[in-house]
């Protein structure tokens, strides 16, 4: 599975950017996606993540009622909505993806459990 992020840019507090993942491959629903971040000098840090067959996500408490995370399989395209940004949610996003089909649960919040990654496409939140 090959996967690219796009979307990212310069938003001011308080607005709105919306990420893509788009991925490879013609089994797109047999996959677990996540959403993880890192701003600089600090580790990567999760954010989301779906069942690609179930729907059923976990959201990180930092953005619980402010992201949203959808799919389009038709599309093998993961989004991620980012409403009311903060300064602290400058980072660098990356999308991930594992081939699972279970439940989303803590465990699936870690980057070792994750097999695929993207290039990362650059937030930046200014105040």
């Known amino acids: 599975v090959q996967l690219q992020a796009s979307g990212g840019g310069l938003v001011q507090a308080g607005g709105s950017l919306r990420l893509s993942c788009a991925a490879s491959g013609r089994t797109f629903s047999s996959y677990a996606m996540g959403w993880f971040r890192q701003a600089p000098g600090k580790e990567r840090e999760f954010v989301v993540a779906i069942s690609l067959r179930r729907g059923s996500t976990y959201y990180a408490d930092s953005v619980k009622g402010r992201f949203t995370i959808s799919r389009d399989n038709a599309k093998n395209t993961v989004y991620l909505q980012m409403n009311s940004l903060k300064p602290e949610d400058t980072a660098v996003y990356y999308c991930?993806?594992?081939?699972?089909?279970?439940?989303?649960?803590?465990?699936?919040?870690?980057?070792?459990?994750?097999?695929?990654w993207g290039q990362g496409t650059q937030v930046t939140v200014s105040s």
């Open positions: 991930a993806a594992k081939e699972y089909t279970g439940a989303i649960v803590v465990g699936t919040t870690t980057p070792p459990w994750y097999d695929y």
